[in-house]
Nanobody
Framework: QVQLVESGGGLVQPGGSLRLSCAASGIIFSGNPMGWHRQAPGKQRELVAAITGGGSPNYADSVKGRFAISRDNAKNMVYLQMNSLKPEDTAVYYC?????????WGQGTQVTVSS
């Protein structure tokens, strides 16, 4: 059974930073594509950043230059460093992993950007 657990969310002022972590457990094959998505109230879930097994990142235009995704394959971890946060970044952030034709999701962590 695969499980993804996010951590690191919270309340931060505009311009601040947060680092999200996602721990994958269970039967994990090294090098699965992983990513971060977010869902704001009343909006559809959207891709924020993704990373290949080899470490190549891809970002939504709205976060380019501010967010950085990284991974540690040995620890089955993926991270999202979020800098220069804006109120519009407020959302529940979800970790996703693709393995053997299936997507696995974490339970989400709330990020609130407000003064």
């Amino acid at each position: 059974q695969v499980q993804l657990v996010e951590s690191g969310g919270g309340l931060v002022q505009p311009g601040g930073s947060l680092r999200l972590s996602c721990a994958a457990s269970g039967i994990i094959f090294s090098g699965n594509p992983m990513g971060w998505h977010r869902q704001a109230p009343g909006k559809q879930r959207e891709l924020v950043a993704a990373i290949t097994g080899g470490g190549s990142p891809n970002y939504a235009d709205s976060v380019k230059g501010r967010f950085a995704i990284s991974r540690d394959n040995a620890k089955n971890m993926v991270y999202l460093q979020m800098n220069s946060l804006k109120p519009e970044d407020t959302a529940v952030y979800y970790c996703k992993m693709h393995q053997q034709w299936r997507d696995y999701w974490g339970q989400g962590t709330q990020v609130t950007v407000s003064s």
